[in-house]
């Protein structure tokens, strides 16, 4: 049963920085893009950042220059490093891991979440 494991949220004032990790485990298939998503209050669920395998990166515009994504695919692991912290940044932060089971196609999962507080 594949596991996602966020860590690293936590309260920081605006300016400051902050790195989340998600370690995935529990399936030897092999995962295509890793990402992070966030949700704010009474707002929907946003992409922030994805990595496919071939290490190319997408960032929304309200991260670009401050967010950066990067991966170690031997431990799983997917990281966003976030400079320059805003308010508005404050939301819950999900990693997404996308594997895939070959001819069984491919399946999303979710880590658990992970708060990220930006106030002074």
């Known amino acids: 049963q594949v596991q996602l494991v966020e860590s690293g949220g936590g309260l920081v004032q605006p300016g400051g920085s902050l790195r989340l990790s998600c370690a995935a485990s529990?399936?030897?298939?092999?995962?295509?893009?890793m990402g992070w998503y966030r949700q704010a209050p009474e707002k929907q669920r946003e992409l922030v950042a994805t990595?496919?395998?071939?290490?190319?990166?997408y960032y929304a515009d309200s991260v670009k220059g401050r967010f950066t994504i990067s991966r170690d695919n031997a431990a799983n692991t997917v990281y966003l490093q976030m400079n320059n912290l805003k308010p508005e940044d404050t939301a819950v932060y999900y990693c997404n891991v996308d594997y895939d089971y070959g001819l069984e196609g491919e399946f999303d999962y979710w880590g658990q979440g992970t708060q990220v507080t930006v106030s002074s």
């Open positions: 529990g399936s030897t298939a092999s995962i295509n893009a």
């Open positions: 990595m496919p395998t071939d290490g190319s990166t």
